[in-house]
């Protein structure tokens, strides 16, 4: 049995252990020390029951009282070392906010993306819906019904890209076909996206390019409708409200008279797209009699080239970072 005194140190130095204790687990450890089975009160508490009953009694409520002292000591110390521990985590965890915020670069949208929305927005505005098309398309939408004769050099496998008798459209042209299908006139159609042709990579030309195009399918519609629809986009879309425009005689098989439309710029005349009134043709392989209408198609990289007065068709598809970035300042 220790003697009171030894009892006293052994006691005030717990204490002192217990509140200078350095962390939650060295608090545990002294709990343990104290409490455990082995433990210093365990075993004090325990030798009592071999004590006379008197001695039972007053050495019972001794050490009943160090045993709630060392407890709310215990308490004590983990309250503060808690609370410790959580204004230290905070503390990892606190915001300076007068740092400056971490590098995270700003997408900005493709140059042909940019002309894409403008031209859209323009002809949207103008009276235009939007309508799509699929990418492989049937040779039947691509050039029968646009009135391309199985002879025609386009139609030859050196030149598009054939899918077990299908193939990827050369042109936006065939959603014109699905448009007169589906839908009945009065139409101002719009349709936009991808285009493939067996085309060598240079500086003019890729095998995959993008297109927009349009159709007015009204009554009583003239090349004059036309001209004067080409010259409201156009005139738009370079904001040249004075911008010279010429159509000159061309081709196309699905389009009597054609015409092709130059526009000036920096002085310079510059080829810009197809049109022309649709050929009769057209109408009656969608099913359709005494129609007129008129169309234009063009390509959105040349577009985009002469906006910008680009020369490389090629770098819309680098993915160079830095020239991407030049084109956010003119968005
Ligand atoms: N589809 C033609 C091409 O890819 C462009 C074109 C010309 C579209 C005349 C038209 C048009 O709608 O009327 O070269």
Known sequence: MLQQDDLISLVSNFLQQIASAPSLQDLEKLKAE????????????????????????????????????????????????????????????SIDVTLPAPYAPWGQMHPLTVVLKRAVEILVGMGFCVHTGPDVETPFHNFDALNVPLTHPARAPGDTFYIKGNLLRTHTSSVQIRVLQEK???????????TYRRDECDATHTPMFHQMEMMVVEGGATMAHLKGCLFEFLSLFFQRPDLEMRLRPSFFPFTEPSAEVDVKLNGKWL????????????????????LSGYAFGMGLERLAMLKYELSDIRDFYNNDQRWLGYFSEKN
């Open 34 to 93: 104290l409490f455990g089975k082995k433990g210093f009160i365990s075993v004090a508490l325990a030798g009592l029951s071999k004590l006379p009953m008197e001695e039972k009694k007053s050495l019972g409520a001794v050490y009943n009282d160090y045993k709630n002292q060392l407890f709310q000591a215990m308490a004590c110390r983990k309250d503060v070392l808690e609370e410790q521990s959580w204004q230290e985590k905070l503390a990892q965890q």
């Open 184 to 194: 009945e006139p009065p139409l101002r159609v719009i349709s936009f996206g991808s």
């Open 271 to 290: 080829e810009l797209l197809g049109c022309g009134m649709i050929h009769p043709r057209v109408f009656t392989q969608c099913g359709k009699e005494n």
